[in-house]
């Protein structure tokens, strides 16, 4: 379920965010490095980026030609929320279906429990608990 997972990422700091003395270079990379972080929620591979544990390390800056902005690449870890078939998951049912629910668990918001999996209960229609044991 979460993973704790160490990854490549290129870092763009835009020219005006440059110092010469380093210490907001450092601060300009952690804070480009969250953004691009929380823009890019998931991959098949490792799932949800859920937060950002330590920054290993930062690459050699690189100029880009036309813009004026320096690429870092960089090396951090962090913990990713990545569900595996056949896992047990514990989540909270929001939407009630003919043929199953809809539950929530941690950053997934649509899980489908089908209601072939759920034996002994049968949907109920116009009740306030829809399934029944």
């Known amino acids: ?21 380093g210490l907001m270079l450092q601060r300009s990379i952690v804070v480009c490095l969250l953004d691009d972080f929380a823009k890019k929620r998931a991959t098949k591979d490792l799932g949800y980026y859920l937060a950002v544990s330590t920054l ?17 690449p960089v090396v951090f870890s962090g913990i990713t929320f990545k ?25 997934i918001e649509n899980i489908y429990l089908s209601s072939l999996k759920m034996p002994g209960y049968r949907y109920v229609p116009r009740r306030k608990s829809s399934f029944l044991e």
């Open 83 to 107: 569900i595996f078939r056949g896992e047990i998951l514990e989540g909270v049912v929001h939407k009630v279906l003919k043929h199953g629910v809809l539950l929530k668990c941690g950053p």
């Open 1 to 21: 379920m979460f993973l704790k997972v160490q990854l490549p990422w290129n870092v763009i700091i835009p020219a005006e965010n440059l110092d010469a003395k």
């Open 56 to 72: 290993e390390s930062i690459g050699e800056g690189k100029v880009r030609q036309q813009t004026g902005d320096v690429l870092f």
